[in-house]
T-cell receptor, first 114, second 114 residues
Framework: AQSVSQHNHHVILSEAASLELGCNYS??????LFWYVQYPGQHLQLLLK??????LVKGIKGFEAEFIKSKFSFNLRKPSVQWSDTAEYFC????????????FGAGTRLFVKA | KAGVTQTPRYLIKTRGQQVTLSCSPI?????VSWYQQTPGQGLQFLFE???????NKGNFPGRFSGRQFSNSRSEMNVSTLELGDSALYLC?????????????FGNGTRLTVT
């Protein structure tokens, strides 16, 4: 069965600090990987996605993620966070068996101190 | 293009009642997925519909059901409500529902069961 594990439930950083959020997944077939973000009071939106090719993908607002197939990981990174990055971040995997359903991790709440 | 619209935004029901939630996907999107979001649990997959057919179902009891209409609008029904059903219910649409088709979320319906 598909599963997604996010290592940190809560992260507190100061502005300009670097960010790395861990994500590991369990799935036996072909997968596409996503990070979604939910800013306070807003709906979930896509941050970035990996389908194939270059394992380092770039998303909106300076975020990037690296797919490491051997480690079943898709960690999210940002070199320098801003107060406006305060949000909840969800890693998600969509597989090609079981009808393309998207499974989400439990989420990581990031709070950036100004 | 209008986003995913969910109605109502808030609902308060008592135990034993039933409830119907509605979702209008982005115009042209044929796949609609439903999720239950609770603190600490992340997003739990309920079901996914494509062209009026349920393609996937999560691990929820039979009290949770849904359907999709020919115009791709979807409804979700929960019967015999329990206190534990209190949650934010999210609807998401995607263009094709295929592997590389990301989800677009609505703002959700917050259900409180008393």
């Amino acid at each position: 069965a598909q599963s997604v594990s996010q290592h940190n439930h809560h992260v507190i950083l100061s502005e300009a600090a670097s960010l790395e959020l861990g994500c590991n997944y369990s799935y036996g077939g072909t997968v596409n990987l996503f990070w979604y973000v939910q800013y306070p009071g807003q709906h979930l939106q896509l941050l970035l996605k990996y389908f194939s090719g270059d394992p380092l993908v770039k998303g909106i607002k300076g975020f990037e993620a690296e797919f490491i197939k051997s480690k079943f990981s898709f960690n999210l990174r940002k070199p320098s966070v801003q107060w406006s990055d305060t949000a909840e971040y969800f890693c998600a995997v969509k597989g090609n068996t079981g009808g393309f359903k998207t499974i989400f991790g439990a989420g990581t709440r990031l709070f950036v101190k100004a | 293009k209008a986003g995913v619209t969910q109605t109502p935004r808030y609902l308060i029901k008592t135990r034993g009642q039933q409830v119907t939630l509605s979702c209008s996907p982005i115009s042209g999107h044929r796949s609609v997925s439903w999720y239950q979001q609770t603190p600490g649990q992340g997003l739990q997959f309920l079901f996914e519909y494509f062209s009026e057919t349920q393609r996937n179902k999560g691990n929820f009891p039979g009290r949770f059901s849904g359907r999709q209409f020919s115009n791709s609008r979807s409804e979700m029904n929960v019967s015999t409500l329990e206190l534990g059903d209190s949650a934010l219910y999210l609807c998401a649409s995607s263009a094709t529902g295929l592997l590389n088709s990301p989800l677009h979320f609505g703002n959700g319906t917050r259900l409180t069961v008393t």
